[in-house]
């Protein structure tokens, strides 16, 4: 029987949806304002271009993983990874107008983690699993760089 592991995080970011989308998917830029995360479009010639069943190239802190793109829209990007009927992850990110902050959005980042090994690969299994650090980081400066060019667009 296959087990499933969801995980999600969120931050509420003073910046439109459509900044916060343009700053996250604008990948090329991610040194600038975030170490440790690149994407790279395998086949796109633009991140906002990306249709479903474009492959990226992912390295999340050395972790190297090349997913299918299975949404983008103004609303929320998600990807989906897998190893054959062992573990897939499906990962979304979206772009919600806030519902604490006018004009602001709230992003949010989840993944939902399914198969027939998860159980077993799944290290906090006999826990209540919280965010990665890395995932707590990443929305913190995505805060800080879409707040910045918000205020630039002003």
């Known amino acids: 029987m296959a087990s499933t592991h969801s995980v999600s995080a969120q931050i509420e970011i003073l910046a439109p949806p459509a900044t916060v989308r343009l700053v996250f998917l604008d990948f090329a830029r991610y040194d600038q304002w975030h170490k440790g995360w ?16 474009d492959r990226l190239k992912v390295n999340m802190h050395g972790m190297v993983f090349r997913p299918v793109v299975a949404e983008n829209s103004p609303e929320c990007f998600i990807w989906e990874g897998s190893l054959s009927v062992i573990i897939t992850g499906k990962h979304w990110f979206y772009f919600s107008p806030s519902k604490e902050n006018p004009g602001g959005t709230t ?42 060019s918000s205020q630039i667009y002003h």
């Open 38 to 53: 690149t994407v790279e479009p395998i086949e796109a010639e633009k991140p906002s271009e990306l249709q479903i069943g």
């Open 107 to 148: 992003f949010i980042q989840s993944e939902k983690f399914t198969g027939l090994l998860t159980a077993l690969l799944w290290p906090w299994r006999n826990k209540k699993y919280e965010p990665s650090e890395n995932w707590k980081t990443f929305n913190a400066a995505l805060k800080k760089e879409a707040e910045k």
